[in-house]
Every structure is written in structure tokens, then in C-alpha cells.
């Protein structure tokens, strides 16, 4: 199966800082990537879908400035939390597919799980 | 109301038992059923997806979609401590990227030796 990494594991950082997360996919070139975020014992909460050379497209509620997305190579996107604070303290989890287009099989990162003190 | 309605658990069996966990839903549209397996602080794994209607085995793994009940069941047999694990269910309509289905919330299973 696709292989998809997601990079660090997980980040411990101070209050005011900003943290990237970096999403590879490995054997596969991927036009489209998503960011979701999950709280424990819940389910999965899609942020937003980054797309290779254009601008991300956010969800609903999900404050742009606050968490960038940069999909500059068809196998890298990156989230970068910006002056995060404990409220943003979450697992983050990116996941891709093979073709944008259709229902193809999703594959997701190993996910990170980010402290803010 | 929520679109994916997944039994919250948690449930705990002992090796070798079956196990089934299930979710129903609302919007009609769906066509596409996945199962995913998430280990504790990790990405969840696509486990069974199936197209429409019926059933699919995959080893100890049977998942069955009714689409007339709205209802779809993942089956494990002769489970094993390393299944422990929270299953997510998620849909999705023709035309959808998968990245955008419709996730359960997850049931959280414990399998004891």
C-alpha cells in the first residue's frame, strides 16, 4: 500500500511559538492532501485540503492565518501552527491519495501529537 | 443529528471471540464504506473498503454494508490482542475524495488474552 509520513511524531512547544508538521508521501506523487485534527476519544475533524501549487482550501471555522498550509511539491505538504497556545495542543493527522478526483483508497500519516505549555 | 451514527463503546472481549462493530447513517448518497483501525497516537489504517451493497471478507475481517437499513457492520473473527485498537468507520458519496468522508467517532476495542 501507498505510504504516507508524517513528520515529527510529536512536539512539545512554548506558548507564542510556531510548529511545522510535515507530510510526505513516499511512493506516490499526491495532488491533494488534507489536514485533520482529532481530540481524544473523537473522531476525525478535516481542517483543510491543500492542494500542490494553489492555496489551501479551509473548512468551515478553521482559522487560516492560524494554521498555514504550503503544498509546494507534489509529495510534501507542510501545517504550520502559528503562535500556537494550549488550546491548539491536539493530535494533527494528514492523510493523501493516489487521484485527486475520484473515491480512491486514503492513506494517512502517523499523525503528531502537539504540547503547547 | 450526525450523519454517521458509530456504536461508542468501549467494548472489551476475550481472544478468540467475534467481534462486531457497527454504524449506521442518514444521507442516502453514500456509496463508498471504509473501515479504518487507529492505534493509540497513531494515523488510522485502512482496513476494509467496500463499493455499494453486501459483503467483503478480507482474513479474519467480513465487512457488510446494508444500504437499504443504512447500516454497515466490520466483523472480526478469532480476534487477537493485537486488534486492539479504535475502529473508525467512514463514508463517502460518488465523486468525493475519500479525504472528505464522513468519519464515526470510533469504537474503541480492547482484546484480552
Known amino acids: 500500500g501507498a505510504v504516507v509520513s508524517q513528520h515529527p511524531s510529536w512536539v512539545i512547544c512554548k506558548s507564542g511559538t510556531s510548529v511545522k508538521i510535515e507530510c510526505r508521501s513516499l511512493d506516490f506523487q499526491a495532488t491533494t492532501m488534507f489536514w485533520y485534527r482529532q481530540f481524544p476519544k473523537q473522531s476525525l475533524m478535516l481542517m483543510a485540503t491543500s492542494n500542490e501549487g494553489s492555496k489551501a482550501t479551509y473548512e468551515q471555522g478553521v482559522e487560516k492565518d492560524k494554521f498555514l498550509i504550503n503544498h509546494a511539491s507534489l509529495t510534501l505538504s507542510t501545517l504550520t501552527v502559528t503562535s500556537a497556545h494550549p488550546e491548539d495542543s491536539s493530535f494533527y493527522i494528514c492523510?493523501?491519495?493516489?487521484?485527486?478526483?475520484?473515491?480512491?483508497?486514503?492513506?494517512f500519516g502517523s499523525g503528531t501529537q502537539l504540547s503547547v505549555l | 443529528q450526525k450523519e454517521v451514527e458509530q456504536d461508542p463503546g468501549p467494548l472489551s472481549v476475550p481472544e478468540g471471540a467475534i467481534v462486531s462493530l457497527n454504524c449506521t447513517y442518514s444521507n442516502s448518497a453514500f456509496q463508498y464504506f471504509m473501515w479504518y483501525r487507529q492505534y493509540s497516537r497513531k494515523g488510522p489504517e485502512l482496513l476494509m473498503y467496500?463499493?455499494?451493497?453486501g459483503n467483503k471478507e478480507d482474513g479474519r475481517f467480513t465487512a457488510q454494508v446494508d444500504k437499504s437499513s443504512k447500516y454497515i457492520s466490520l466483523f472480526i473473527r478469532d480476534s487477537q490482542p493485537s486488534d486492539s485498537a479504535t475502529y473508525l468507520c467512514a463514508m463517502s458519496a460518488p465523486g468525493t475524495n475519500a479525504g472528505k468522508s464522513t468519519f464515526g467517532d470510533g469504537t474503541t476495542l480492547t482484546v484480552k488474552p
Open positions: 467496500t463499493y455499494s451493497s
Open positions: 492523510s493523501a491519495t493516489r487521484d485527486s478526483a475520484t473515491n480512491e483508497k486514503l492513506f
